[in-house]
């Protein structure tokens, strides 16, 4: 008999089977997703869990009788006042007395399982895309880098390489043959040996080799400077996926807490989104009343400031760091801008200009999200009255650039939005040189 | 005097060590051996954790299979069941395999553990080893090499023709897995190993004997057709089959070499696991009167604390409980209880016959031999044999077993007999076919199909007791098969005696697997 702990042997088996399972049921799986998604808070999202699909998708048929029709028998337990020849009622449902067949497999109910965190990001942002993602500048965009290139003769001496090293010194040593510490010891022993019995021939003979030889190691040193080797390293360029996304936010106080509320949800889904495309993204908070600063994100949500209006101030703020920090030829550029829409009237035309001529250009993508508040929806009988930056935008828009608008008065309206902005066009893409 | 009581514990508490386990082992073997006359296969116990129990469940507990999505569903539905607490996992799972393998649960108790080997390194194992079924069917030797064969040729298979491909085969497949076993001894017993040196020596074989002359040589015409009676034809075909993927796999024109050995594959593993089927009552039976012997016996030798005892008596009458019918957990007849409740009837005829026992078993009664009796029982029957002969009156009124016939064509529900002396043999009969896999799965054969004409393949359900196929599955099985064939297929449901037709369903190829 043999036991065996297997305790300690890699788990998952199962994963190949699972990946399978999940590209089976992809389509049904992706629907479940986003409908819980829909449900469920924005904070929520990175954590993933069950969904329920329907059975359908992934039913394993086989021959198999209906549990229905024909004569069954049933050989029950249990019988407490039956005898033979007795008839009984059916029960209503016109199942058999106390169970049917017993092979209605698996049943036509919804199949539930748990996806993990990953799994469930990944199938929630599976079917967006983002507009220009394929832009060559995600291609041409490169960063240097360093890699292993065999050796060199000169270096630094951290990257000394001491096996071949002293590979060389050794193939040196012996090609010049330089004598063995061992061959001078024995050499040595014997002239001892010899000395006692006096002077001879011979020990002339042997002191003078020695002398040699010792000479010829004092010439052939253990290591010679020739024999060092160094790990040489050759700079590569290599194209990044590096993006920058800039959160520009109007706090003024006509912006109350439930709309930045909505504008951080819609900021978060940007920031998973993109995070999942670039291997780096960061993140640029930038608020503005009348004027703009940029500042981190505990401030940028919370803390309250006072003060009017001024869009392009914030625009222009943008402008700054962009070319400070982020040249567009190395980052992938995106903007989101959260505001209640107002503005104020005479800095309408330096906003689309400014955006026109500068920003929208650097960017992959513009997406700007005004938020309303929770009751304004009841007034629905209103004709819908355009705001002053709505009203700005929608020229722009109009003339075909970049930049994606919508209005958002309750959370649950975000995720929606979200998918709309970002799905994938396929049919823009042509547009962009 | 209490401290020699004490020594003669194999454990004490609920915690279990490796030193625990063997000399538990030791102690159960001799029993088993010695008192039970068992003869088991080599056992090789593997301590596993719940997570690696469930991966054994989605792999229908074979310690390696080859992939598919269907595993990795059954995994998540077992892994969302058991996170969520909704179900408990199995103390063990026992592979019919020599050497026998039982993983046991890392979290079981010491007791557990005891309960454990008896139940599987022990009951099931000498079953294995014993009953004809599986010494007919399954290849305990060549088993764990198949399996691995079959894994490493299902995925050097996805290598080269995808996923998808490989997919598609092996849903058709396991559709068919249930009509893809011989039921009778063909002329050659399968041996795995054999299977698997045939495969390699075949492609060795096309290897040496390659030669692309042979392609350019210019074909013959087509050799002038002999018109073949269809009886001949069907004789050629060995029709009709029930085998249907044997069949295909022999026959379907349009198959690559990898797609029928593909169909083989699930083919052989599909048989490796029929004994099962049609031993569940006999096999569990087995293996819970050997559990219940060997425990009773340690605990009667001190071996095993009374606490330890009580322990196992809970674990034990949970497993062998039989619900009335009418009670809400009633589902269905308890194989652990109907075996274990008959192997200790026979027990009992043995060693303390009524009258009534030297009527109705007159071969057994009084022979005092119990565990010959048993083990010859368990060598020679399947649960269908089993039921029909060894169901004792005593144990039916015991049971207060009657049988119930539901007719659409009547109002009501007709007691048809119970457990009194008119209805004894009727109530057997009832209860033993249902065990028998010839009765309760439908069936389904290859009835004919014209090769050189238009090829339509033509299967036969016979209907019995007017219960049709579920259609939806029905349908989408025959499409699978219609794949695999190549051209139509249609499925004629048909009653057995009359030959009247109940329904048609035809199915035609999506050209998706060439």
Known sequence: MYIIDRRLNPGGKSLANRQRFLRRAKAQIQRAVRQTAGERDITDLERGGEVTIPADGVREPSFRRSGEGGVNDHILPGNKRFVEGDTIDRPPGGGGGGSSAGNSGEGEDDFRFALSREEFIDLFLEDLELPDLAKRRLATVEVQGM?????????????????????????????????????????????AFLEKDGESDKLLELRQKLEELQQRTRRFPYIDPLDLRYRRFEPVSRPVAQAVMFCLMDVSGSMTEHMKDLAKRFYMLLYIFLTRRYKHVEIVFIRHTHEAKEVDEDTFFHSPETGGTVVSSALREMERIVTERYPPENWNIYAAQASDGDNSPNDGATSATLLRDVILPACQYYAYLEVGSDHDRMQAGFINHKTALWQTYETLQDDGSNIAMRKVNHRREIYPVFRELFRRRDAVEAKIP | MSLIREDMLLFHGADWDFGAIQRVYDAIERIALGELGLDVY?????????????????????????????????FATHESGYRQGLMGLAYEIVINSNPCISY????????????????????????????????EWTDADGILDYLEFAKSYISRCEERYGQNAVEKVLDAAHALMSHGVHRYPRKKRPDLRSEERRERERQIHQEQTFNDLWRTLPSKGKAPKSALSDERRRALLELP???????????????????????????????????????????EGCATYCHYRIMTRLHETRQISDGAFLEFLQSHTNVTRQPEYDDPHFGGINPYALGFGMM???????????AEDREWFPDIA??????????????????????????????MRQ????????????????????????????????????YDVGWSDPDIQV?????????????????????????DDAQRVLQMIANLWGYDVVLKEVEASTGAIFQEHVSHPHETLF
Request: aromatic fraction near 10%; proline fraction near 5%; charge should be positive.
């Open chain 2, 241 to 283: 089959q029930e085998n249907i993927l044997y069949f295909l796999e022999k026959s379907a024109p349009r198959l690559q070499p990898w797609q029928r050995e593909i169909l083989r594959i699930v083919r052989q593993i599909a048989q490796y696991f029929y004994p099962q089927r049609q031993t569940k009552v006999m096999n």
């Open chain 2, 366 to 395: 009084g022979c005092d031999d119990a565990m010959g009796v048993l083990r010859d029982v368990w060598t020679n029957y399947r649960d269908e044999s089993f039921i029909s002969q060894f169901l004792s009156p005593q144990l």
């Open chain 1, 147 to 191: 890699r292993r290139a065999g050796y060199s003769v000169t270096g630094s001496p951290v990257n000394l390489a001491l096996l071949r090293s002293m590979r060389n010194a050794l193939s040196r040593r012996i090609a010049m043959r330089r004598p063995k510490p061992g061959d001078l010891l024995k050499l040595e022993e014997e002239i």
């Open chain 2, 344 to 354: 200790q009837d026979i027990e009992r005829i043995c060693t303390q016959p009524t």
């Open chain 2, 399 to 434: 049971w207060r077993l009657f049988h119930l016939l539901d007719d659409p064509d009547r109002p009501e529900l007709l007691v048809e007999a119970i457990h009194d002396e008119r209805g004894y043999r009727r109530v057997r009969r009832a209860l033993s076919r249902q």
């Open chain 2, 447 to 471: 009835a004919d199909v014209d090769l050189a004409g238009d090829r339509r393949l033509i299967l036969h359900h016979h209907v019995l007791n007017r219960k049709l196929l579920h259609k």
């Open chain 2, 42 to 74: 080599p056992n090789q116990i593997e301590v596993i954790t719940a997570e690696q129990m469930l991966d054994a469940y989605a792999s229908i507990g074979m310690p390696l299979f080859y992939k598919h999505w269907s595993f990795g569903k059954h």
């Open chain 2, 104 to 135: 046991v649960m890392e979290e079981n108790s010491a007791t557990m553990q005891t309960l454990v080997i008896a139940h599987a390194a022990f009951g099931h194992n000498h079953f294995f080893k014993n009953n004809y079924l599986f010494k």
